[in-house]
Structure formats: C-alpha cells, structure tokens
C-alpha cells in the first residue's frame, strides 16, 4: 500500500512540476491595443540587440561579446542557431552552441531570442548543412526560368520540409529540456528574410505543378470573408481578374509578377508553417518570421520576393497560423512609415533588425506609438564606445521607463513621435490637452551639431488629467487645449528626474530659463531626459 501511495505521490508531483513549467512558458497577451510578451507572467519590454550572422559559431568570441552588450544597457540578444552546425551529420545533434548562449545570457541577467537560420537565411540555403547540400536529388532546389538550379531550396519538396522541421523540433525540445523553468529563450524566429530571387517565383517541376493547379481552397474562403480588410495589392488583382471563387493562381489574380509573389507566398508560408508546428509540438513559445523589405522602385524577385511583407500579410496570416507575427527588417530612413504597415491586422509589432546607425530615438517611437514588444539594431556587437554610445544613452533611459511604458501600452495613453529633415514637428491631443512638438534645431536658442539634420523624438505618457511624463531628446513642446473655446493651457511645473525600481524621483524645478518663461518643455538634443510637467487652464 505504500508503496502505491508514493508511486502516486511522485506521479502527482511530476504533473504538477510538467503543469508549473507549461504555466511558466513565454506567451503573448493583449492589453487594449497593445500585444504584449508575457514572462513568469508580468510583461517583458526587449532592449534588444541582434549579433552579426557569424558571432555565434565560436563559443570563446560569443563569450567576450556579453561584457560589451551589457555596458551598452541591452537586456535581450537576438542569437543566431545555425542549421549546418546543429545537425552536422544527418540525425545526429549538438546543441553545445545553444548552451553557450544560454549560459552567458544567464551569467549577464539577459534574455535571448533565438534565429533559426535553417532552410532560408536572405534568400539562399547557405546554412543547410552539407549533407542536405551535397544530395541535391534528395533534397532539390528551386530554379530559374531556364531550369538552372539555385542555392535555394525549394518550397514544393516534401524531404526539404521534413528536415528542416525534424531539425526545428530537435532544437525546441533541447530548449523545453534546459531552459523551461528560467525562460531565458523569449522568442524564436523561423528561418530569416524568406523570399525568392532571382525571379518572382520557383520554376522547378513541382512548382510548376502547383502553379498550373487551383487557388487553395482556405485562402478563396479567406479572400471571401475578409474582402473589406484586404490588402489594396490583393484586393485589386482580385478584383481585377473578376472576383473568382476559384481557379488557378492566374484566373484568380490575373498574370504579372504580383501573381507570382502571392503564389510564392503561400508555399513559402506553408512550408515554414510546417517548420513552426514541429516546434511547437516540442515548446510552444512564441514564433515569428523577419522579412527583407522592398528598396523603392524594385520588383518581386529584385527584392525577395513573397518574404513576409505587408501587402502579403493576408497570405502568409491564412496560410501559417503558428505563426505568431510577422516582423520588418528596417534599413530605411522611413523607418515610421515601414513600422506603421507592420502595425495592422492586429500583428503584434517587434523590430527585429535594424540599421545600427539610425537613432535609437525610433526605439522610443515604436515601443509608445506602435506598442513594440522589442527593438533590435543589426550587428550591435559592433557598435564603438559601448559605455557612451547612443544605445547605452538611450536604452537606460528606456530602462528607467519600462515599467511606465508597459503599464500603459494599447490604452491611448501614451504617444511616440520621430522628428527629422523630412518631418520638422508632431502633433496630436491627449485627453484635453494637444501637444505640439517640433525638432530642437526650430527654436533659435536650441544646439546645433555640424551635418545633416538629426533625428530627435520621444514619447509622451499621461498619468492624470493634467500631468505628463516627457522623455527624449532634441524637441520643444508647447501645450494647447484640445477644444478652441478660448481657454489657454499654463504650465504648473515641470521637473526633471529619473526613475528608481519604477519610482519617481524628482530633480531640478525647471522655471525661468529653462522653460523660457513659461513658454515651452524643452530637452536638448546633447541628452536623453524625462521631464514630468503639470498642466493647467485659464481664460
């Protein structure tokens, strides 16, 4: 009898260990808007930064890249895992690498997000192991018009697919075996920049096949149910072709290169589907997939074509739904207008790539304005001075104001804003206050630096009715009411200050000079800083 008694006893309590670790598993979850990642469970703001594509196959280098990623303020590390070194030989699995970047992140208080360069890495199969290269029959690759073969594996072969996935799930299962309970891995990201070049689309035997067959039935369904909401792209050539309820891709969508992307799109978002659910079956923690976006003037097949972008996000949402987001690589200065076309259909917003030498002000735009879960520069390891770079500035400010930012992500309560060359002030109201913001460099008295324009910004977070937190660097705010009724809107005070654990701490009483009279807020452009201002009306 005791002994049955301590044989349910042990196996109560392995479920209830199994049942804790499930409850511990990273995971998203709305508020308002906003979508937000959830760990232990309060939510998680990534000051994250993204290692060069080789800075990970060397233990000793990635280990002496932590000190440094620390200093610059980071508290997340987008890590590659790379295909050909996690299964060198078929079947045969050495997650060593893996390890290394979880101990070190540990060491260092850091979370990671892993990269998994499997089938696809911009474009081509560079990172397919050897053996899946070498048996080019076994495992065939997209081609060209003129049936030459590519780097790229094709979508259309079923053994291609079913490696990478085994491969995948290998991978997640190590991490649910050492990682379940700490959660130091946050996020996956399922292959990298997907996308066909040269052409807009696969010519191999199979992919002419399926080509030649009919619209999958799921996304005719989507099409039908979803026609406000379409993207203009498919929309259009929908409409265009006459609306079918069926047919093959071209009587669906008409002939052109955009036909051959959104047929791309879909095997592409099938097959990395298929990557995504052996995964998850193993730890299903939140997935996503980056996308190379579109230099002006190219066409599908110049940039990667059917990668994950905007006017595909249709296709690739009914054709992968484990799938949690898609997400953009921003290299482009219009850095808020490729962020707002990733904000819709409710995709939870993340940046994981992005030009190292753009400001770190468009981290405070994306995590206020867009509700981003995560900023990421490329290559951050590279970055010069890590104690007073831009990033170190900027992301301990936005350390302090974690707490502040979460708290009101996805409630209307907070605005971000990016102001440059191109865009010289902001403005928009919150509650019955209208907040009009313009670049440093417009106020005579305001410092200048040598060059092009910088760009400065912000985010502005409402506490009360009439009190506000400001913080960024190189703006002017003046204040108005929302209603032109004749009121006037005063300043009662401004104070600059920082936070402590999520506590204010009040400084200097900003008045007279500083606040040129009365007149404006101002945070100069030679520092990043929060100022709490107080509000008031009068006729």
Known sequence: ??????????????????????????????????????????????????????????????????????QMNLNTVLVPVYW??????????????????ITYARRSEMKLVLLWFGSWKNSMSCYAPYWVKVQYKRFPRARTKEGRA????????????????????????????VDSRENTVLMVQVENEIGMIPDARDYCIEAEQAFRSNVPQEL???????????????????????????????????????????????????????????????????????????RPNYKPGQYPSAGPLPHLMDIWKVAAPSIDFLAPDIYFKNFAEWLGRYDQKGNPVFIPEVDHRQSVVNAFYAVAQHNAMGYSPFAI?????????????????????????????????????????????????????????????SWPYGVRKEGEVPRYGGCIVQVADDEFYIAGTGIVVTFHPSIDDGTIVGIASIDEGHFENGKWVPGRRLNGDESHQGRHLNISGNSFGIQKVKLYTYR
Do not use: C
């Open 1 to 70: 009898m005791q002994r049955v008694m301590l044989h349910f006893l042990v196996l109560y309590l392995v479920t209830v260990s199994i049942l804790l670790a499930q409850q511990e598993v990273p995971f998203l979850r709305k508020q308002g808007s906003a979508t937000q990642l959830v760990v232990h469970g309060k939510p998680v703001l990534m000051l994250a930064g993204e290692l060069g594509n080789s800075s990970a196959s060397d233990p000793i280098f990635l280990q002496s890249l932590f000190p440094r990623l620390k």
């Open 84 to 101: 050909e070194l996690v299964e060198p030989q078929e079947g045969k699995f050495d997650f060593s690498l893996v390890d290394s970047a």
């Open 150 to 177: 590519l780097e790229i594996l094709t979508p259309f072969s079923d053994e291609n697919r079913k490696a990478d996935g085994k491969a995948f799930g290998a991978l997640m299962r190590h991490i649910r075996e």
């Open 220 to 294: 005719m369904e989507y099409l039908h149910k979803n026609t406000v909401s379409l993207s203009k792209e498919v929309l259009d050539a929908w409409s265009a072709a006459g609306m079918k309820r069926s047919g093959t891709w071209e009587e669906v969508f008409g002939k052109g290169l955009h036909t051959d992307e959104f047929f791309m799109a879909w095997y592409f978002a099938r097959y990395t589907n298929y990557v995504a659910e052996q995964g998850k079956k193993e730890y299903n923690i939140p997935m996503y997939v980056n996308a190379a976006l579109i």
């Open 381 to 441: 390891e590279f970055v010069e001075n890590p104690e007073n770079n831009q990033f170190a500035k900027g992301y301990a400010l936005l350390r302090q104001l974690t707490p502040l930012i979460l708290e009101h992500q996805g409630k209307g309560s907070m605005r971000g804003f990016l102001l440059d060359s191109a865009t010289h002030d902001a403005k928009f109201t919150i509650g019955k206050f209208t907040f009009h913001i313009k670049h440093e460099y």
